[in-house]
């Protein structure tokens, strides 16, 4: 494979989600999503994103060796099971119609389809605040959150209770669905993009709640790091992903 064409998937592989998701990894659209699906089997379909910031940006909210691990150990396996996964796998393999008939698939496919597509999207909803600066949302979704919840205070109050009352390892999430907002949580690597979620939509907000995400800085507190993650949220990629309707 040439260095183009290998530039050309990297770069690929984070806007390969068309469909409802088709902006929530930039402005790029899905017009290689064609090409990714015809690769051959023997090529790798999935790459890790780089993040858009240093591991250590986002202390000392999140600690630089969670970043680290989490991003090139915890992701980096869900992006290499995925590819594996899908090795024998001969229908489309785009993530959204992967993510879409989720409960058709097998176990492997489900759970790091979704860890892939998870974790991207949760690493672009981070962004550093190293001033702490009050971190709200801007002003369209602010103003639908406060329409919908009363207040952006009851609105984190609301969030905070169903991400600390899902049991075990999974994700919270605000979504967007039939032009309402809502929070949601799944478990394990599901998400509200796979047909058999209690509730779909399209994500706005995602909190990833295993402990892994959290446990070296934090240890069994979940409850604390939910109250610093609302300081590196990044509202610019909310208010983007809530205004692309
Ligand atoms: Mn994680």
Redesign the pocket.
């Known amino acids: 494979m040439s260095d183009n064409r290998r530039d050309f998937i990297k770069k690929s592989t984070l806007i390969g989600l068309s469909g409802l998701v088709s902006t929530l990894f930039g402005n790029e659209k899905l017009s290689h999503l064609e090409s990714l699906s015809k690769l051959s089997d023997s090529e790798i379909l999935f790459y890790l994103p780089k993040l858009p910031y240093s591991y250590d940006a986002l202390e000392p909210y999140i600690d630089k060796q969670t970043m680290e691990v989490?991003h090139s150990k915890?992701?980096q396996t869900y992006v290499d099971k995925l590819n594996k996964a899908l090795e024998n796998y001969n229908e489309d393999k785009s993530l959204n119609l992967l993510l879409k008939k989720a409960s058709d698939l097998n176990t492997a496919i489900r759970n790091n389809a979704g860890g892939h597509f998870n974790?991207s999207l949760?690493w672009q909803l981070l962004s550093p605040n190293p001033n702490g600066e009050k971190s709200i949302p801007l002003t369209k979704l602010n103003e639908a959150i406060n329409n919908q919840f009363k207040s952006f205070d009851n609105f984190k109050k609301e969030f905070t209770e169903i991400a600390l009352k899902t049991f075990g390892s999974g994700w919270c999430w605000l979504i967007l669905q039939e032009g309402k907002l809502k929070i949601t949580s799944t478990p394990n690597q599901d998400n509200p993009l796979m047909n058999m979620a209690s509730e779909n939509g399209k994500p706005i907000l995602a909190l990833?709640i295993?402990e892994?995400?959290y446990y070296l800085k934090y240890q069994n507190k979940r409850a604390d790091y939910i109250t610093n993650w609302w300081n590196i949220i990044n509202w610019k990629k909310a208010e983007e992903l809530f205004l692309d309707k």
């Open positions: 989490h915890h992701h974790h949760f990833d295993w892994h995400a």
